[in-house]
């Protein structure tokens, strides 16, 4: 295969993470892969059991790393009492989907696992994270019940792997309409950089051109697997997202709506932001998560 089109340009800097005093670094929670690791961050004081936030970096599927800058505006959880937990999970350059599904659940199930030791509550858990990694935090939340979408070799499989509440920034859902809405917006990819090309980040997460393989497409969608007894969402997309396109969570919000009703769905259309816009950064905005977080996590 040829270098894919779509290889990130630039290394994205670090979070910064000297001021938080009790953190551990890289501890695995499965071992099938050195990519199987993840971060924790304690609140300064107190010995909890804490609700556990789970920061899913982006980075199309390729790149990004758990402490990288993405995981700033989940830091400010740590102000609200959660505890925070950073995750790596293979790359689509070392495993194919659904490789990262499973890395994913496997670190909640040994989050659950090791809840006594690491002061964990193993009943308040929430996924957040924006593009590749919104598009992860919107599988956690509909997929708890897809055996085929859990690898309990990885380990604790006595742990469930659902989780209590979603938070998702400009993830994708429907890769194969992805070009189609972003012309209906005026945002007409270039041939180069086309979602339904080879080289395209679906494409290479799949394993083959996503037009050639509409079924695994349906498989890999988060609305595939949306049942009624999924935890509450809150998404938020960017109107002038040129990658992509809000539509892909308008009509994720829409299907849930459907499913498990409005009660339990927020989506916010942002006006004029980009993808990883800073409007999603703001203290006010980043408010706004924890508020619905503590509504959820905190009754």
Same mark, same amino acid.
Do not use: C
């Given at each position: 295969m040829s270098e894919p089109h779509y290889a990130l340009p630039f290394e994205i800097p670090p979070a910064k993470t000297d001021h938080i005093k009790r953190k551990m670094f890289d501890l695995a929670y499965a071992d099938s892969s050195p990519t199987q690791k993840l971060d924790v961050y304690?609140?300064?004081?107190?010995?909890?059991?804490?609700?556990?936030?789970?920061?899913?970096?982006?980075?199309?599927?390729m790149g990004g790393d758990k402490r990288d800058i993405q995981l700033t505006p989940m830091l400010e959880c740590l102000k609200h009492d959660y505890v925070l937990v950073g995750?790596?999970?293979?790359?689509?350059?070392?495993?194919?989907?659904?490789?990262l599904i499973h890395d994913v659940k496997a670190?909640?199930?040994?989050?659950?696992?090791?809840?006594?030791?690491?002061?964990?509550?193993?009943q308040r858990i929430a996924t957040w994270g924006g593009s590749a990694?919104?598009?992860?935090?919107?599988?956690?939340?509909?997929?708890?019940?897809?055996?085929?979408l859990e690898d309990l070799s990885l380990g604790n499989p006595e742990q469930p792997s659902h989780v209590q509440a979603v938070v998702d920034w400009?993830? !994708?859902?429907? /890769? *194969?309409?992805?070009?189609?809405?972003?012309? $209906? =917006?005026?945002?007409?990819? !270039?041939?180069? /950089? *086309?979602?339904?090309?080879?080289?395209?980040? $679906? =494409?290479?997460?799949?394993?083959?051109?996503?037009?050639?393989?509409?079924?695994?497409?349906?498989?890999?969608?988060?609305?595939?697997?949306?049942?009624?007894?999924?935890?509450?969402?809150?998404?938020q997309h960017g109107t002038h997202d040129d990658i992509v396109p809000h539509q892909q969570s308008v009509n994720m919000a829409a299907r849930l709506v459907d499913v498990i009703g409005a009660d339990k769905v927020t989506l916010e259309l942002l006006p004029t932001a980009r993808h990883a816009d800073l409007a999603f950064e703001t203290p006010q905005n980043v408010k706004k998560v924890l508020d619905f977080l503590d509504s959820i996590l905190r009754p």
């Open positions: 304690w609140p300064e004081e107190g010995d909890g059991p804490f609700p556990v936030i789970i920061s899913i970096h982006g980075g199309a599927f995750v790596n999970y293979r790359m689509s350059n070392e495993a194919k989907f659904p490789a670190a909640i199930r040994w989050i659950r696992a090791n809840a006594k030791n690491y002061l964990f509550d193993p990694g919104g598009y992860l935090s919107l599988m956690m939340g509909v997929s708890a019940w897809a055996t085929e400009f993830g !994708p859902t429907d /890769f *194969l309409k992805m070009d189609e809405q972003l012309t $209906e =917006s005026g945002f007409a990819p !270039p041939e180069e /950089f *086309l979602h339904n090309s080879a080289n395209s980040p $679906e =494409s290479l997460l799949l394993g083959a051109q996503i037009t050639k393989i509409p079924e695994l497409v349906h498989n890999a969608n988060p609305e595939t697997y949306i049942r009624s007894i999924a935890p509450p969402f809150f998404i």
